[in-house]
């Protein structure tokens, strides 16, 4: 299996590690063309307005048809905010994929940058999770299953091939965010075989 980490900007060395950690194929992604024979793809936290620039042309394109096509992606923080429907502040989606809205930079009780334990769905309940400057996702639509929350706010959510968390499994030691995401490729995968 072959997971590429879209690499524009932002945490991209930390994710190819936690993915060859899981016993898969990951490489860097900067172009359409690398995007061709990839079975998944992470696109990483960093800063969305940045990469969303940095991918404007056929780069955005192609990753708005995968994401509407079905192709497995996990986005975490600023590519959380890529894969929202809804940005608040912002006509339209980035990419897109996910039914959530999500708040940039969330004001008011926003923690600059925090470390907790969440309790995730199928995981446990003691998954180390950091956050820096994580978005809020201040809605979330009904076919969106919420896999973890702190302090009542969603912050790791599923909908179809799409998995958002706003904040960063990559900065820790701890490979079970990322071997779910490999797992719900692999689920994927065999639900695709014939017979
Ligand atoms: N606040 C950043 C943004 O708006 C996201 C932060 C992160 O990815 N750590 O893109």
Known sequence: MK???????GAVREHLRALEGVGVEACAVKSAARLVGLD???LPGGESTTMSLL???RLLEALRVLSSGGFPMFGTCAGMIL???EVEGREGPIVGGIDITVARNASGRQVDSFE????????????????????????VGPDVRVLARHEGMAVMARQGRILVASFHPELTEDLRVHRAFVDMI???????EPG
């Open 3 to 9: 997971v590429g980490v879209l690499a524009l900007q």
């Open 40 to 42: 998944g793809l992470v």
């Open 55 to 57: 991918a404007e042309g």
């Open 83 to 85: 894969l929202a429907d």
């Open 116 to 139: 907790t334990l969440l309790d995730i769905e199928g995981l446990g309940p003691d998954v180390p999770a950091v956050f820096i400057r994580a978005p809020y996702v201040t809605r």
């Open 186 to 192: 692999r689920e994927l995968r065999r639900e695709g």
